[in-house]
T-cell receptor
Framework: GENVEQHPSTLSVQEGDSAVIKCTYS??????FPWYKQELGKRPQLIID?????GEKKDQRIAVTLNKTAKHFSLHITETQPEDSAVYFC????????????FGAGTRLFVKA | IAGITQAPTSQILAAGRRMTLRCTQD?????MYWYRQDLGLGLRLIHY???????GKGEVPDGYSVSRANTDDFPLTLASAVPSQTSVYFC??????????????FGEGSRLTVL
């Protein structure tokens, strides 16, 4: 089945700096790669996603890149702000054998003011 | 619009007891999922259902069972709880197939402690 690895597990940056989180996946049939943000005590919520027919997608300060050949994808947050502090999860989704979304272990991001 | 509702919010349970976590959605999504969240391990898929009447095993299905009698409800049952099932459980739903955005909508979570 699908396996998603995520790094780093913890990331601390100064406000205004950029943050990059990287993920790899194992199932070449995966075709949808979402990123979720989970604030303390809250439910995970989708912040951006990318499909396998696209290499890069940007939404204001957030961008995702996908390299299908290497089976890795990344989240880039520019001009970080204290409210970006949260746990971020990458995920890979496949329709093979049923609709399943498999998550990485998460990255706890601290943005220091 | 409630979206997706889980109950109970929190529960302390003695080992060996049976427990059912309830999940209801009002978005008419065809797919539903149960995840458990443990520190350092992220969200792990327990069971899923692509449509009413069907279910499938996820990454960590042992010790859990689910049913999907209708579109809206997807209960998760622990037949005989063990301490390793102490976790935060999230139910989620999505619309797959036609109109598929892929996005998962999560409930607020159920914190379960097994002593």
């Amino acid at each position: 089945g699908e396996n998603v690895e995520q790094h780093p597990s913890t990331l601390s940056v100064q406000e205004g700096d950029s943050a990059v989180i990287k993920c790899t996946y194992s199932d070449s049939a995966s075709n949808y790669f979402p990123w979720y943000k989970q604030e303390l005590g809250k439910r995970p919520q989708l912040i951006i996603d990318i499909r396998s027919n696209v290499g890069e997608k940007k939404d204001q300060r957030i961008a995702v890149t996908l390299n299908k050949t290497a089976k890795h994808f990344s989240l880039h947050i520019t001009e970080t702000q204290p409210e970006d502090s949260a746990v971020y999860f990458c995920a890979a989704s496949t329709n093979t054998g049923g609709f399943k979304t498999i998550f990485g272990a998460g990255t706890r991001l601290f943005v220091k003011a | 619009i409630a979206g997706i509702t889980q109950a109970p919010t929190s529960q302390i349970l003695a080992a060996g007891r049976r427990m059912t976590l309830r999940c209801t959605q009002d978005m008419r999504h065809n797919a539903m999922y149960w995840y458990r969240q443990d520190l350092g391990l992220g969200l792990r898929l327990i069971h899923y259902s692509n449509t009413a009447g069907t279910t499938g095993k996820g990454e960590v299905p042992d010790g859990y069972s689910v049913s999907r009698a209708n579109t809206d409800d997807f209960p998760l049952t622990l037949a005989s709880a063990v301490p390793s099932q102490t976790s935060v459980y999230f139910c989620a739903s999505s619309q797959r197939g036609s109109g598929d955005t892929g996005e998962l909508f999560f409930g607020e979570g159920s914190r379960l402690t097994v002593l």
